[in-house]
T-cell receptor, first 114, second 113 residues
Framework: EAEVAQSPRYKITEKSQAVAFWCDPISGHATLYWYRQILGQGPELLVQFQDESVVDDSQLPKDRFSAERLKGVDSTLKIQPAELGDSAMYLC????????????FGPGTRLTVL | KQEVTQIPAALSVPEGENLVLNCSFTDSAIYNLQWFRQDPGKGLTSLLLIQSSQREQTSGRLNASLDKSSGRSTLYIAASQPGDSATYLCAVFSSGSARQLTFGSGTQLTVLP
């Protein structure tokens, strides 16, 4: 069964350092999402891609966060510099093109900023 | 802005009980509603997807209902087992100007052996 892949699964970094997360969606899924989930809360959308284009990044803190999906397949989310408040689970999800299909989530990357 | 609320925040039941988890949302303009399971420190596993035109979906011991007009959904778990212990998240995919998945904060379920 096809799955969304994410790496690394865990990342510990010191504040002010740079960190990057990688996501490989299910093959053929045109839409890719990055979410941030703070402990005890539901995930919140950071950025949405349709193929290689950003559709919605209104909730992405652009002073320190960046995301790209250069060839419309896999994607990278970067934080520079990391802050203590960035400690969270970062989840990637993908969806087929049609609007009513469900989203499939990866295992996430647990980030701890010291 | 779509808001999703889940009640209760935590629930503890003895094994074998039937239980209901509740989810409410403020904007009825949705494409679908999805229930997820999340184990501690893990990603999300999709349990059930209900399209806006549907009233319910069933998978094994799970049954989810949707009343779009009142902005409510329930997840019914029959004959609960310790392995059902997890956090259950409800999410709605809005069809309005902000077409995105909005999550509730989840219900943390503990099934006691």
């Amino acid at each position: 069964e096809a799955e969304v892949a994410q790496s690394p699964r865990y990342k510990i970094t010191e504040k002010s350092q740079a960190v990057a997360f990688w996501c490989d969606p299910i093959s053929g899924h045109a839409t890719l999402y990055w979410y941030r989930q703070i402990l005890g809360q539901g995930p919140e959308l950071l950025v949405q891609f349709q193929d290689e284009s950003v559709v919605d990044d209104s909730q992405l803190p652009k002073d320190r966060f960046s995301a790209e999906r250069l060839k419309g397949v896999d994607s990278t989310l970067k934080i520079q510099p990391a802050e203590l408040g960035d400690s969270a689970m970062y989840l990637c999800a993908s969806r087929p093109h049609t609007s009513d299909n469900e989203q499939f989530f990866g295992p996430g990357t647990r980030l701890t900023v010291l | 802005k779509q808001e999703v609320t889940q009640i209760p925040a935590a629930l503890s039941v003895p094994e074998g009980e039937n239980l209901v988890l509740n989810c409410s949302f403020t904007d009825s303009a949705i494409y679908n509603l999805q229930w997820f399971r999340q184990d501690p420190g893990k990603g999300l596993t999709s349990l059930l997807l209900i399209q806006s035109s549907q009233r319910e979906q069933t998978s094994g011991r799970l049954n989810a209902s949707l009343d779009k007009s009142s902005g409510r959904s329930t997840l019914y778990i029959a004959a609960s087992q310790p392995g059902d212990s997890a956090t259950y998240l409800c999410a709605v995919f809005s069809s309005g100007s902000a077409r995105q998945l909005t999550f509730g904060s989840g219900t943390q379920l503990t099934v006691l052996p």
